[in-house]
């Protein structure tokens, strides 16, 4: 797959105003400071695209990006975790994230970030056991690259596959300073965006 560009298209505050755009869609979750709107941006190779912040939380709104003119769309998630929100707050984002993760009719899977010099939590363990459980496919990026030798980032990619329960080579390395992963995760995606389920008729 080759993206010629990126562009923001709308955000939403809750899911469910949105009646869906023609097109297939990959969302992009994670904890707080993962590194979501970095990662867009290294996609794009755009350094402006999406907002960055050294603020935990600051991604509030489902946000949409339209790929190639619409080939498909990115859909940016809030990020999960964030500690320093009410209560509420935490109860909006998680409604907001998993109604549109299993309401979603156009959703083809999710890359899930996790920062490669942390081992997963209970948080990025449930964001797992979730996607299992409705059966929503995703591969697992490894942000943050350029912030461990060669030998520390085999070792934390062996801790992460560990910790979630998948092989090493199902958890992708990312770095955009170092301009390392994004063939591989492009990869990825055109194999969801490719994907067909099949259909169970005993559900029918």
Same mark, same amino acid.
């Given at each position: 797959?080759?993206?010629?560009?990126?562009?923001?298209?709308?955000?939403?505050?809750?899911?469910?105003?949105?009646?869906?755009?023609?097109?297939?869609?990959?969302?992009?979750?994670?904890?707080?400071?993962?590194?979501?709107?970095?990662?867009?941006?290294?996609?794009?190779? #755009?350094?402006?695209?999406?907002?960055?912040?050294?603020?935990?939380?600051?991604?509030?709104?489902?946000?949409?990006?339209? $790929?190639?003119?619409? *080939?498909?769309?990115?859909?940016?998630?809030?990020?999960?975790?964030?500690?320093?929100?009410?209560?509420? *707050?935490?109860?909006?984002?998680?409604?907001?994230?998993?109604?549109?993760?299993?309401?979603?009719?156009?959703?083809?899977?999710?890359?899930?970030?996790?920062?490669?010099?942390? *081992?997963?939590?209970?948080?990025?363990?449930?964001?797992?056991?979730?996607?299992? #459980?409705?059966?929503?496919?995703?591969? $697992?990026?490894?942000?943050?690259?350029?912030?461990?030798?060669?030998?520390?980032?085999?070792?934390?990619?062996?801790?992460?596959?560990?910790?979630?329960?998948?092989?090493?080579?199902?958890?992708?390395? $990312?770095?955009?300073?170092?301009?390392?992963?994004? *063939?591989?995760?492009?990869?990825?995606?055109?194999?969801?965006?490719?994907?067909?389920? $099949?259909?169970?008729?005993?559900?029918?």
């Amino acid at each position: 797959m080759i993206i010629k560009n990126i562009k923001f298209v709308t955000s939403y505050a809750s899911f469910g105003k949105n009646d869906g755009f023609d097109a297939d869609e990959i969302a992009i979750a994670g904890k707080s400071n993962v590194g979501k709107s970095s990662f867009i941006n290294y996609l794009a190779n #755009h350094g402006g695209l999406a907002k960055t912040s050294s603020t935990p939380g600051k991604t509030r709104l489902i946000n949409y990006f339209s $790929v190639n003119n619409g *080939e498909f769309m990115l859909v940016d998630l809030p990020g999960y975790g964030f500690a320093q929100v009410g209560d509420d *707050e935490k109860r909006r984002w998680d409604k907001m994230i998993g109604g549109y993760l299993t309401l979603s009719k156009r959703l083809k899977g999710v890359a899930v970030l996790i920062d490669v010099r942390r *081992e997963p939590d209970a948080l990025d363990k449930q964001m797992i056991a979730y996607l299992h #459980h409705y059966n929503v496919p995703f591969f $697992v990026v490894a942000t943050k690259g350029d912030k461990l030798s060669s030998a520390q980032i085999s070792r934390q990619r062996s801790v992460i596959a560990n910790a979630l329960s998948l092989g090493i080579s199902d958890v992708t390395v $990312v770095s955009s300073l170092k301009k390392e992963g994004k *063939e591989a995760v492009l990869d990825k995606m055109e194999n969801l965006l490719k994907f067909i389920p $099949v259909v169970d008729e005993t559900d029918e």
